[in-house]
Nanobody
Framework: QVHLVESGGGLAQAGGSLRLSCAAS????????MGWFRQVPGKEREFVAG????????SYADTVKGRFTVSEDNAKNTLYLSMSVLKPEDTAVYYC?????????????????????WGQGTQVTVSS
């Protein structure tokens, strides 16, 4: 029902910046809970940042707070993740996720299991 396509990944130096894009189709981004997750081989997929279906409230993992910013462009139906002051530990495959569920328990939106729709992922590599 919802198709997501990430782009914008690549190689960056420590301290540099990248902006990831998540183009959505099938549903409008503004009517969905949207999340960014990342995963390193051999480790669990972890929450990075998101925008809730409930009031468009944003949330961030402590590890990226102050460095990453999630935003939306409704005209383009696209979600963005602006990343700055990149660190080698930010290296991962970054995934965009979406779900239409309206929930008052915002902690649910931090779990990968909450989301029904996922993009293919885009690699971000930060060199030291």
């Amino acid at each position: 029902q919802v198709h997501l396509v990430e782009s914008g990944g690549g190689l960056a130096q420590a301290g540099g910046s990248l902006r990831l894009s998540c183009a959505a189709s099938g549903r409008t981004v503004s009517g969905l809970t949207m999340g960014w997750f990342r995963q390193v081989p051999g480790k669990e997929r972890e929450f990075v940042a998101g925008v809730s279906r409930v009031g468009r409230a944003t949330s961030y993992a402590d590890t990226v707070k102050g460095r990453f910013t999630v935003s939306e462009d409704n005209a383009k139906n696209t979600l963005y993740l602006s990343m700055s002051v990149l660190k080698p530990e930010d290296t991962a495959v970054y995934y965009c996720a979406a779900d239409p569920t309206y929930t008052f328990d915002k902690s649910q939106e931090l779990s990968p299991g909450f989301y029904d729709y996922w993009g293919q992922g885009t690699q971000v590599t930060v060199s030291s």
